[in-house]
């Protein structure tokens, strides 16, 4: 029945080929029809018959007629491409609710906007059914996961053996990793509905990293890491909470992926109308090939998983900077490792 329906609304629309073909025709006939009047303007009007080359005379007339079908073509064909195309960038970004309707008598075009509206709906239902799904199924993970890690946790009192305590702490390490996913993907989540309250907050960005610094110093002295940091004070309004995740994602990373005793370089600078914060360390880069891929939901370099984590960090920074209008790209260093920058739009403020 659907399709008889939307078959039916398509009649009285032209055929592309049969528009192409009308317009060839009229370009001929309109050509012979105004050198006619042209002959008979001179001969009857002006009594006098005008001398000019055939050829001439049809490159003229041909010309303008080429002209005249062009603007037609354009208005038929051409504007409601453009607007597709416009279009299609936009669901490319991630925008699915955008629907295009046209006054084109065109069937194709016609047809290629009613299937390009039901694409985006079929786009926008499945992306509310995923985001949904993803959304309660880690809801209901958290509460088994919670369970699980507070009665390992009690078992670390008791009078356990060796290899007792042994499995215990594998099974905290593995509900805390799994715990941390879980929260992850439900702030991925989140974020990328714009389901996080507006927390806009006025304060020092060089001060919110220093503090993501102190938090990570289990990790950098293991490691002994050393940091040459380049902050100015720059104050700036937005999310607190959500971009702490980010600076904290970012320096853990340039720990984890540097040598023993590396060095990891930051700075945090305004620039015209930006902020560019950068951190470089000297691990063993990212491969050009991949420094796009990083930042989609659970990609990782380490296809063995060797390294902890679960690829959703440089996501999760990446949708927040979004939000925040800011950006985040990556690059190999001239001397090794990789370097990091995050853009930020300056506030009046900074």
């Known amino acids: 029945m659907k399709q008889r329906k939307k078959v039916s609304s398509q009649k009285g629309l032209l055929n592309i080929h049969l528009l192409f073909i009308l317009v060839t025709f009229a370009e001929i006939l309109g050509t012979i029809l105004l050198a006619s009047v042209l002959a008979w303007l001179s001969r009857y009007l002006f009594d006098r018959v005008i001398e000019v080359p055939t050829l001439i005379l049809l490159l003229f007339f041909s010309v303008t007629i080429g002209l005249a079908a062009s603007v037609v073509v354009n208005m038929l064909l051409l504007k409601p491409v453009v607007?597709?195309?416009r279009?299609?960038?936009k669901v490319a970004d991630g925008d699915f609710t955008i629907q295009l309707s046209?006054?084109?008598?065109?069937?194709e075009i016609c047809a290629i906007y009613d299937s390009f509206n039901l694409m985006t709906r079929e786009l926008q239902a499945t992306e509310t059914l995923q985001t949904d799904f993803v959304s309660n199924v880690s809801h209901e993970f958290k509460t088994p996961i919670n369970a699980i890690e507070g009665y390992a946790t009690l078992l670390q009192g008791t009078g356990a053996d060796i290899q007792q305590r042994t499995y215990i702490e594998r099974i905290l390490l593995n509900t805390q990793r799994l715990s941390a996913l879980v929260g992850n993907i439900l702030l991925l989540s989140k974020v990328s509905?714009?389901?996080i309250p507006g927390n806009i907050t006025t304060y020092r960005l060089d001060e919110q990293i220093r503090q993501s610094l102190?938090?990570?110093e289990p990790a950098w002295s293991t490691k002994?890491?050393?940091?040459?940091?380049d902050m100015d004070e720059l104050l700036w309004t937005g999310p607190e909470s959500l971009m702490h995740h980010v600076w904290s994602n970012l320096i853990a990373n340039a720990i984890k992926f540097g040598p023993q005793g590396g060095l990891v370089s930051i700075t945090l600078h305004r620039q015209a109308a930006q902020i560019v914060f950068t951190i470089a360390d000297a691990g063993p880069g990212v491969p050009e090939i991949e420094q796009q891929r990083i930042f989609h939901k659970f990609y990782q370099l380490?296809?063995?998983h060797k390294e902890e984590g679960n690829g959703l960090g440089l996501a999760l920074c990446a949708q927040i900077l979004d939000v925040c209008g800011g950006a985040i790209s990556v690059n190999n260093g001239t001397n090794g490792g990789c370097v990091f920058t995050v853009t930020l739009p300056a506030n009046a403020e900074a």
């Open 83 to 85: 607007k597709l195309g």
């Open 87 to 89: 279009a299609m960038q």
């Open 102 to 107: 046209t006054k084109s008598r065109v069937r």
């Open 193 to 195: 509905n714009h389901a």
């Open 214 to 216: 102190v938090l990570l």
């Open 224 to 229: 002994d890491t050393e940091f040459d940091a």
């Open 302 to 304: 380490d296809s063995s």
